[in-house]
C-alpha cells in the first residue's frame, strides 16, 4: 500500500474485523463517515490487499468435524522442488484448514479437521502420510478452544 493506514482506515479494519456483513452505511456510520468515501477507502484497502477476503467463520463441531489435531510435518528431503510438490498438495485437501513452514525441529505444521479419531487417523496414514516428502508426522489434538477467532492486531489502533 502507498499510503500508511490512517487513523480511519485502522477503524474500518477493525470494523470489518468484527462483522464483515456490515453495510457501507452501518459501517459508515460507525467510523463517522458519508458512504461514498467509505466505500472508497474500502475498495482501496481491498485493492492494496490490505483486505483479502470475506469470510463466514463456521462451527466445525456442528459440522460433524469434533477432532482438531496439529501436526507437525518433518520432510525427508529438503529440496526446493519436494517443498513446492507438498504445498502444492496441501492446497487441494480441504481437512488441512490451516498449514505453515516453520522453523525449528519441524518443517511444517499443519491445522487439520476430522470427524473423530478413527476418521483422523486413517487420513493420516492414507492422505498426510503420502504427501511429498514427508519423513515423519507427530500429532497433537486440541482439547479444548480457548481462543479461535482470527482476529488480527492492526497497528497503531
Known amino acids: 500500500m502507498d499510503a500508511p493506514l490512517d487513523r480511519t482506515d485502522r477503524r474500518l479494519l477493525a470494523a470489518l474485523q468484527d462483522d464483515a456483513r456490515l453495510t457501507v452505511a452501518e459501517l459508515a456510520e460507525r467510523v463517522a463517515l458519508s458512504p461514498s468515501p467509505c466505500w472508497r477507502r474500502v475498495r482501496r484497502l481491498e485493492q492494496a490487499g490490505v483486505i483479502s477476503g470475506y469470510h463466514a467463520r463456521l462451527d466445525a463441531g456442528r459440522l460433524g468435524l469434533g477432532i482438531t489435531a496439529f501436526v507437525s510435518v518433518v520432510m525427508g528431503s529438503h529440496t526446493r522442488e519436494v517443498a513446492r510438490a507438498f504445498e502444492a498438495a496441501v492446497q487441494d485437501i480441504p481437512e ?40 515423519a508426522l507427530h500429532s497433537s489434538f486440541a482439547l479444548k478452544p480457548i481462543k479461535t477467532a482470527r482476529r488480527l492486531p492492526i497497528p497503531g489502533a
Open 96 to 135: 488441512v484448514i490451516a498449514c505453515h513452514n516453520v522453523s525449528g525441529e519441524y518443517d511444517f505444521l499443519l491445522e487439520v479437521v476430522a470427524p473423530d479419531l478413527a476418521a483422523y487417523g486413517e487420513f493420516a496414514r492414507s492422505v498426510l502420510q503420502a504427501l511429498p516428502g514427508v519423513r
